[in-house]
């Protein structure tokens, strides 16, 4: 969060937007985000025990199986999302905060609209790539290796601190584990253009929140 003393007009409109959070919409959206951090770990340990019996050829399919196994988990759901909570439904998006700083979800070019547009296209560049693998088998299950260690502390982290948040903490929370977990995937595996879709997605968030 940042200092009251060198809060910028845009930290206002942040800070002025989640205040009117109720605290049901928030426990919520962080028991949603809770259940996807449990369920990457759930998946991170079962991937990592497969990982020393993959063959070789095996290693890019396990890669990209991994990889979207990671972005399924990733909080992108309205249900992840205190504002659609608290202002979806029945009460079509009056009031929000989020949309009266980012624009609504539902238009074109909103701040979600823009990252949710790029974080799928993510998701169906690493389906299609069926390229070779771009390491050798040992670096590559050295790469795999770190993606699933990290991966899951990051969850464990993004658990940890989901009890003490804010709204506004909690968005702000919710951006930044976005950006690392996408960040871990095994990018090195995967082609050169599923690291251009990444960069476009991590490029994205910068205005999520």
């Known amino acids: 969060m940042a200092n009251p003393d060198r809060m910028t007009d845009r930290d206002k409109e942040l800070e002025a937007a989640a205040k009117d959070i109720d605290p049901e919409s928030l426990q919520a959206a962080e028991a949603a985000v809770a259940a996807g951090c449990e369920e990457h770990l759930r998946w ?3 991937f990592s025990r497969r990982l020393d ?3 070789p050829p095996d290693l890019h399919k396990f890669a ?3 990889a979207l196994t990671m ?3 990733l909080p992108t759901r309205p249900g992840t ?3 659609c909570l608290q202002y979806g439904s029945d009460r079509g998006c009056l009031g929000c905060g989020y949309a009266l ?15 949710i547009e790029a974080f799928q296209e993510l998701g169906r560049t690493i389906y299609q790539d069926t390229g070779e693998l771009r390491r050798s088998p040992t670096e590559a299950k050295g790469l795999l290796c770190i993606s699933l260690l990290a991966s899951a502390e990051a969850a464990r982290q993004m658990l940890s601190d989901l009890s003490s948040a804010s709204a506004l903490l909690f968005m702000e929370r919710k951006a ?3 950006d690392r977990m996408i960040g871990l995937l095994p990018l090195e595996i995967l082609s050169e253009k ?4 990444c960069r476009d997605v991590q490029k994205k968030l910068k205005d999520y929140w």
């Open 176 to 178: 930044v584990y976005l």
């Open 71 to 73: 972005l399924g988990h």
């Open 81 to 83: 999302c205190p504002f």
């Open 194 to 197: 599923t690291g251009e879709r």
């Open 101 to 115: 700083t980012h624009g609504r979800c539902d238009s074109d070019d909103s701040a979600f609209s823009l990252f």
């Open 44 to 46: 991170a340990e079962i």
């Open 64 to 66: 990209r199986a991994l």
């Open 53 to 55: 019996t993959v063959d």
